[in-house]
């Protein structure tokens, strides 16, 4: 049996509507759906190797040139669930390779900060169920595999789509309706772009797991973020990128980072994820919006001070001229991002 790889990208989803808090730690369900937009891979994505091999002693997962734990239980979770798919297909047709047992070694890049804030586990889990599930030649649909990889990082469900995306939440104990559903192709809204600022490319101390276990359990805000804020901002921001409406959009986008980064400050002890220039930047995209009367762009923060600002391609000079003007020089800055969707800019 010929040893065999595959090898995939997987892009970063940044959530314009906030995943944040589990009512499963096991099986990664959330306490509120979340909606997101999907970045360009010409900019920041994960590669994923996958291959198999009966020379290998043991899975192995080698991030970023370092060999890494493979022991926790949601890369277990993942890597049993695709395994036990490969098994009942090879009973199903006996002759295909018997591969399941085989251990398989994972060689993932991000080129992009790890753990910093800009989604590495979500496009780091969906490359990684993505490119497992094409080697043993699966045939699950994307719904399928978004399940898969909510149990690896909730985020990652997101990643398994382009363009606007939710992730419903669902009500079942078993997660299997909690899963990512796409809300628009990038096609529907062409103009839309992103800018990626990295304030600090540091690996962040309060991971988002850990983090939203401590807002869960300590916060008074949560309750209150969580069954009157979120699930009527969720149906409105539907409509807002249905319709295309930026304006609207980008207000509900500002406040969920607010609102998501209260909860956090609201945490006993409190989590500051964003810092003096994360502050900075969200005076800057508010004094420009107020000074051309209208949402211009949009800024959010996830867990980390590394903000993601979303605006249209027609107002392109007006935000990236701002901030150049603010920030100084920024690298690439004039760089005009008319095939990207995304534009990663070293910031300040
Ligand atoms: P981020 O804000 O970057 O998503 P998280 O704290 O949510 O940060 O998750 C970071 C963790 O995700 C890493 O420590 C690592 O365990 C995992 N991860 C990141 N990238 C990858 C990848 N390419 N393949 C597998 N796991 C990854
Ligand atoms: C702030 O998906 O990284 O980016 O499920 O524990 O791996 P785990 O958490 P993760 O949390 C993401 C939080 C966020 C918001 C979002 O992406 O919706
Ligand atoms: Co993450």
Known sequence: MANKYVTVTAP??????????KRDRFLNLPTNSSISVTLSQDDLKTTTSVCY???FESDALYLNGNEESLSSPRQQSCLKLLRKCRIEKEEQDPSLDKIASLPLHIVSVNNFPTAAGLASSAAGYA???YSIAKLYQLDLDRSELSKIARQGSGSACRSLYGGFVAWEMGSLDNGSDSKAVQIAPRAHWPGIRAAILVVSAAKKEVPSTGGMQLTVKTSDLFDYRVKQVVPARYEEMKKAILAKDFGVFAELTMKDSNSFH???LDSYPPIFYMNDTSKRIVKVITTINEAYG????????????NAVIYYEEKDEDIVLGTLHEFFGSVPGWAKKSGKSFSVPRKFP
């Open 12 to 21: 970063v989803n940044i959530a314009t509507l906030k995943y944040w808090g």
């Open 294 to 305: 209208r949402n211009v762009a949009a800024y959010t923060f996830d867990a980390g001070p």
């Open 262 to 264: 209260a909860v956090c």
């Open 53 to 55: 091999s009966k020379n």
């Open 127 to 129: 490359a990684m169920v």
